[in-house]
């Protein structure tokens, strides 16, 4: 048989020893050592470490790198939702196209191969994220895949039409119906809101993805819908079709009354998404002393067999003022926020921005394993155990079998202080996308 591509020499467990890849028809076909089978294209990985490719499971990318425009002063959700609905009532096509061609070309050079966008549906900006990614899903569909998320950031029922416009979104092209059932008036409206965002999915058979419990308030039951979501889940037959980001409030919360919540989650098989970048920067903003992480309870929700993922949430704006779409830097700031240091809990904050955020927007296609897709990242270093501490360069990416991105990176380092600084002008770094 003749391979498409062969990658020789690469690492992809630290228990076994240096394998090949082949790939035909962009599929996995084999994985051992020493593929004798000739190929049409050879890459040469010199032990490096091979892994699935990243995904993104809530990405948004038309109101990224925004923070320049209206700078957030407060630091606070309310001034970050305030700010960016200003920015978003200025949206210009063209310079939407243009911020998130950035954001996504960002996404492809650090080896991510799919991202689930979850672009505002409101009065202020109209459908025009989602207008622009169905042209951006078309344009990037040999980079990555991008999945549409009809996404009601304003609310629904305080936001009269909100409904329709999302109705129009499916109709146009996108996913995924979502929801923010924390934005409304009150707790009957967050229930009614979350209720009628299953209403569509079923009428549209799409999977759900909501925004929930973003708060450090464990009071008000508007921020407190987990465990109601996970319960309309069951009734409705869709567990395994839902997943929730930042969901800060159960982090908040003693065990006894979060015990019950993630039962509820994991028997309804609701995936969590964890925001680690947006939800330090804006969580525990009241807190005079000891002021909480804002994070979802990640340790609690792994070890009772939650799906648990990680995404980068926002580029620079508003919410979240940093950022590259970097999964390999946030995965590296959850190990350390979460406490996560051994190297079975490293282990695990790499499948989370693998594997779980794989299957967290139904990706059933995934992995690295004979018959599976070949989207790889090859990184630069020698052990999947040194992937989250060295954050390497993706010195190739493979989508679909093709190779996408390859990173040349040559660093020297001059001990005669007479001869030139570290990484001067011998230092050279370049990262080219096809």
């Not at 228990?15 to 028809?25: R, S, W, Y």
């Not at 190739?396 to 005669?416: A, F, L």
């Amino acid at each position: 048989m003749k391979l498409d591509l062969l990658i020789r020499n690469t690492r992809v467990d630290d228990e076994q020893g240096i394998v090949d890849i082949g790939i035909k028809d962009g599929r996995i076909v084999a994985i051992a050592a020493g593929i004798e089978d000739p190929a049409a294209e050879t890459i040469d990985a010199e032990g490096r470490v091979a892994i699935p490719g990243f995904v993104e499971p809530h990405l948004h990318i038309e109101k990224a790198l925004l923070h320049r425009r209206l700078p957030a002063r407060l630091g606070t959700l309310d001034e970050a939702i305030r700010v960016t609905g200003i920015l978003k009532s200025k949206q210009e096509r063209d310079d939407v196209l243009d911020r998130s061609r950035r954001v996504l070309d960002m996404a492809v050079s650090n080896g991510t191969i799919a991202v689930r966008a979850h672009p505002d549906v409101d009065l202020i900006q109209g459908l025009i994220g989602v207008d622009t990614l169905l042209q951006l899903r078309e344009e990037y569909k040999n980079l990555l895949d991008i999945q549409i998320v009809a996404f009601p950031q304003e609310g629904i029922l305080k936001s009269e039409g909100t409904y329709k416009l999302m109705e129009d979104a499916m109709n146009m092209g996108a996913d995924v119906v979502g929801g923010c059932p924390y934005n409304e008036l009150s707790w009957d409206d967050t229930k009614r809101h979350i209720d009628m965002v299953f209403e569509m999915a079923k009428r549209y058979d799409a999977d759900v993805d909501m925004h929930a419990d973003f708060s450090d308030d464990t009071t008000n039951l508007r921020f407190m819908s987990a465990a109601y979501i996970a319960k309309k889940a069951i009734e409705t037959g869709w567990q395994s079709r839902v997943s929730l980001g930042h969901v800060t409030s159960l982090g908040s919360l003693e065990a006894a009354d979060l015990d019950p919540i993630v039962e509820a989650l994991k028997q309804a098989d609701v995936s969590i998404v964890t925001l680690p970048a947006t939800d330090l920067y804006l969580g525990g903003r009241n807190d005079k002393s000891k002021p909480r992480r804002g994070l979802t309870p990640v340790r609690a929700l792994h070890q009772a067999g939650v799906n648990v993922a990680y995404s980068s949430n926002n580029i620079r704006n508003a919410f979240t003022p940093f950022g590259k779409a970097d999964m390999l830097q946030i995965g590296n700031m959850l190990a350390h926020v979460a406490q996560f240091g051994t190297p079975e809990n490293q282990q695990a904050i790499l499948s989370m921005g693998t594997y779980n955020a794989a299957r967290a927007i139904g990706m059933d296609d995934y992995g690295l394993a004979v018959g599976k897709r070949a989207d790889i990242v090859i990184l630069d270093t020698y052990l999947v155990a040194d992937a989250l501490l060295d954050i390497p360069a993706r010195s190739w990416v493979v989508k679909r079998g093709k190779v996408t991105v390859v990173t040349h990176h040559k660093c020297e380092i001059h001990r005669n202080p007479g001869q030139g600084g570290s990484c001067g002008p011998n230092c050279n770094h370049s990262n080219h996308a096809h």
